[in-house]
């Protein structure tokens, strides 16, 4: 029931309008399973010698003028059933949108969620994690709500029919309960087990879509070595715990359906034994008590198992849940509301950065004048991605403070910030879409002249404009159709495309021949006038096109000449 809370505090209107129809509709079934009592007396020719609760039902219907006739009762079920009926569908509509909204709320909370954290704490989630959420969780964890309701319909109607047979023997229907209650705690065991199987799928799903991401992203090396079987065989042994714990969840339910029926096959008869022979009930009233009791019992029988189900699904929600909270435990600091501007220059002053013990910078002073090209050489691992990562905010000094135009980053809009920036990383990672959904990334703010621009800047137009399509064209899955250089000019155009104030390129070049290494950088350093570059390179060219050089080495950043940089290995 924590998830209906759960799930209650989230819709309260739509679970609200939900419990509402089902209870005018376990209600208006009341009303018609009432006049069954009446019906079998009236058809038995007995109203007229009948027991307590019949005699009561045709007392309080003549008492309304209504007379006690077949067709009269007869109307009263059907209309009780139809309007059940037409409750229950209202109700499941509810459930229907609600179940939809679930699974799209989830979806969309997880990616924000995910989105808005900080960089350090994103880098920890396995992609394969949150593609399962995503794709899998959230289904489940909705449908998870679907059985919940259906637990609560059900339930509305165990208590309805349970109410209208305590009415018409109450010794009978107790002593039936009582055997139904010792029923579920007997099978407690096996819903239980289902909620095992349920926690022990989500976990492993989680698994073999993250080994799975990283399989196929690195499919090419492990293809090439022959080492695909060493990611097989874990994924076979992966996938078998998942086809254990699956039939372990399959077995609790059927051993559920199993030992149910046997089970409440002698409930009936217990019920209908005390009912003929015990308490000498007349036959009207034993044949209702049967219909009722049998209806009781397969009740409970869907209930117990749909809360099974439901139990099942239920990790799904919480395991969702707990990435969504992570993510908003570690969620980036509000930050300055102050619009950055870049007419001046960007400053480190004193900035130190340590990943817990490590220092990767120690004081550092960095001035970068706006409108200069300036290109950091370094040894791999000496930080060089680390300082452009303070540069975009997405890290946050553990000493001193970066300042554009002067003002401290803590006082500076974030968003509005990293909307000036151009970024080129390392991995040129493509969409398995159009070079031109690539460059604009979907952004309706860009037009098609300007992807073309970019892609000029980029020195792709070339071989954009060749392609069957040209700009429309696909770029494969990951960008396969592309050379890697190729790849790397149209990830340097989207930089390019919203015509930022800031170019960060991260080994942006890294991918290309000298001939076109040397012309991005021509273009670059013509750009440099109307923009800021920073450039992390270990390519001549980069540095050649600079107009300062730093050299970053064991946390110390220092200005070099071009030629001292390009002399001392790198
Ligand atoms: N999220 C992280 N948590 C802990 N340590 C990290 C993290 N990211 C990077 N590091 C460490 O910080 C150091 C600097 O990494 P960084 O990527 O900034 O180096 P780099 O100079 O860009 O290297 P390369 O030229 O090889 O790309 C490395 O020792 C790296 O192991």
């Known amino acids: 029931m924590k998830l209906l809370l759960a799930f209650f505090r989230l819709y309260p209107r739509r679970t609200a309008i939900m419990l509402i129809c089902l209870l005018f509709a376990g209600v208006a079934e009341g009303v018609g399973l009432t006049t069954v009592l009446p019906l079998l007396s009236v058809a038995l020719g007995q109203e007229h010698d009948t027991d307590g609760f ?7 219907m003549n008492s309304i003028g209504l007379p006690t006739t077949i067709g009269v009762i007869l109307s009263i079920i059907v209309i009780g059933m139809t309007l059940k009926s037409a409750l229950v569908l209202l109700a499941n509509r509810q459930v229907g949108y609600a179940v939809a909204r679930v699974a799209t709320d989830l979806r969309l909370e997880l990616i924000q969620s995910l989105l808005s954290s900080r960089w350090e704490h994103y880098l920890r989630q396995p992609a394969g994690s949150i593609a399962n959420s995503v794709a899998t969780e959230a289904t489940r964890a909705a449908t998870g709500y679907q059985y919940c309701a259906t637990v609560i319909s059900l339930a509305i109607q165990v208590v309805v029919y349970v109410v209208v047979a305590m009415m018409i023997s109450w010794q009978a229907t107790l002593a039936s309960l009582a055997l139904g209650l010792f029923m579920s705690v007997g099978l407690y065991q096996l819903v239980a087990a289902a909620r095992r199987a349920g926690k022990q799928q989500t976990r ?8 799975l991401t990283d399989t196929l992203a690195s499919v090419k090396p492990l293809k090439a070595m022959a080492r695909y079987d060493v990611a097989d065989t874990l994924l076979r042994r992966q996938t078998r715990r998942l086809n254990r714990a699956m039939e372990r969840q399959v077995m609790a339910r059927e051993a559920m359906k199993a030992f149910q029926e046997p089970i409440m ?16 009930q007349s036959l009207p009233s034993v044949m209702v008590m049967v219909f009722l009791l049998a209806r009781v019992v397969m009740q409970l029988n869907q209930l117990q198992r749909r809360y099974q189900q439901m139990q099942t699904q239920e990790s799904a ?12 435990a570690n969620a980036e600091p509000a930050g300055g509301d102050r619009l950055p501007t870049l007419e001046r220059e960007i400053a480190f002053r004193d900035v130190r950065f340590h990943y817990g013990e490590h220092t990767i910078l120690g004081q550092t002073d960095l001035v970068i004048p706006a409108g200069t090209f300036v290109t950091i050489v370094g040894p791999s691992g000496a930080g060089k991605t680390t300082l452009l990562d303070l540069l975009c905010m997405l890290l946050e000094p553990t000493q001193g403070n970066v300042h554009i135009d002067g003002i401290p980053t803590s006082e500076i809009d974030r968003i509005a910030w990293r909307k000036m920036i151009g970024y080129v990383p390392q991995e040129t990672l493509l969409l398995h879409d159009s070079v031109l959904a690539n460059v604009t990334l979907g952004d309706p703010s860009l037009t098609e002249e300007d992807a073309e621009r970019a892609l000029r800047q980029a020195e792709a137009w070339d071989f954009v404009s060749n392609m069957a399509n040209g700009m429309h064209d ?6 396969n159709r592309l050379s890697g250089g ?3 000019r149209i ?10 104030r800031l170019l960060i390129l991260d080994e942006a070049t890294s991918a290309l021949d000298p001939a076109a290494e040397a012309s991005i950088s021509k273009t670059l350093r013509g750009l440099s006038n109307q923009l800021t570059i920073v450039a992390v390179s270990h390519q001549p060219a980069l540095v050649q096109a600079a107009d300062i050089v730093y050299r970053l080495e064991q946390g110390q950043l220092a200005r070099v000449e071009k030629q001292a940089a390009d002399n001392t290995p790198v």
Do not use: C, N
Request: aromatic share 8%; glycine share 6%; net charge positive.
């Open 54 to 60: 019949s005699a009561r039902v045709i007392e309080i």
């Open 204 to 211: 492993l799903m989680r698994d073999i879509l993250s080994r």
């Open 265 to 280: 096959t002698l409930f009936i008869a217990v019920g209908l034994y005390l009912a003929l022979e015990v308490w000498g």
């Open 317 to 328: 929600y919480w395991a969702l849940k707990d990435v969504v909270h992570a993510a908003r």
């Open 474 to 479: 696909s770029v494969g899955e990951r960008g």
């Open 486 to 488: 190729q790849r790397q």
């Open 491 to 500: 990830v340097i155009a989207r930089a390019l495309a919203h015509q930022p």
